[in-house]
């Protein structure tokens, strides 16, 4: 199973003294797209008010954009531990135990904007650029990505889809490939973006912790039985419901 997850605005800073290795990140094809992409970053740091208006920053946060000018040097961390947020502050990884967060590394990929999909323990930089992002120099980001991305999904197996839109945009999942796309909800309907966010995380933490062979949706659905996680069918075949957790 793979499990793709969006990445998070909000990062911790710092990491090992250790910069991006391109090719040791997960999904190598992509390698090409994503030495592009680092290179029209760089270039674009180059320019402050340029980046500023690219990227869409504010006055206080004009410090981000060094951290593109810096992304071949610059310290880095496992993807996992290196984004914040709801999501992620449910996730927890840090506090895993060493057989979770292996599975998380053989489990997870992170959809970023700048290095598309990455395993959870792949080791990144600092960085600043979402899936909107226009960045001279490249085509916009969807069509960059996208077709690329869904040529690696391909043969990865089942795949669990925990991406927001704006991702599965960056490399929608082929029509051949095994796959269910999961929509939290409420009792009464859609959950919002924090519950969304929370519920996602603690359904990676859960099958991290227990770490199951999951080749199928009722493979998955049965695990989730067992652990008492709410997630169900709906009448697409392609979707799953996780009941939001408050």
């Known amino acids: ?8 605005e909000t990062k911790r800073p710092g990491g090992r003294a250790r910069p991006l290795d391109v090719a040791s990140l997960a999904l190598r094809a992509l390698a090409p797209l994503r030495e592009a992409v680092i290179d029209a970053l760089v270039a674009l740091a180059g320019d402050p008010a340029e980046a500023r208006r690219v990227l869409g920053l504010s006055e206080r946060q004009l410090g981000e954009i060094e951290h593109d000018r810096m992304l071949r040097t610059a310290p880095t961390m496992a993807a996992v531990d290196r984004y914040t947020g709801v999501l992620y502050d449910a996730l ?12 998380l590394g053989a489990n997870v990929l992170i959809h970023s904007a700048p290095f598309g999909p990455v395993g959870a323990l792949d080791a990144i930089p600092m960085y ?21 991305v869904s040529a690696e999904l391909a043969d990865v197996g089942f795949i669990l889809d925990l991406r927001s839109e704006a991702y599965v945009a960056l490399g929608p999942i082929p029509a051949s490939a095994p796959a269910a796309y999961v929509r939290v909800v409420t009792d009464t309907g859609r959950a919002l973006n924090h519950f969304n966010k929370k519920s996602k995380g603690l359904l990676v933490r859960s099958l991290a912790r227990s770490r199951p062979r999951v080749r199928s949706v009722r493979a998955l659905l049965e695990w989730a039985a067992v652990e008492s996680v709410p997630l169900r069918r709906t009448a697409d075949a392609g979707v799953l419901e996780l009941i939001a957790v408050a």
């Open 1 to 8: 199973m793979k499990i793709l997850l969006p990445p998070s």
């Open 92 to 103: 927890d990884a840090a506090s895993l135990d060493a057989a979770a967060r292996r599975w």
């Open 128 to 148: 600043r650029l979402g899936a909107a992002a226009s960045v001279p120099g490249i085509p916009p980001l969807r069509r960059h990505w996208a077709d690329a």
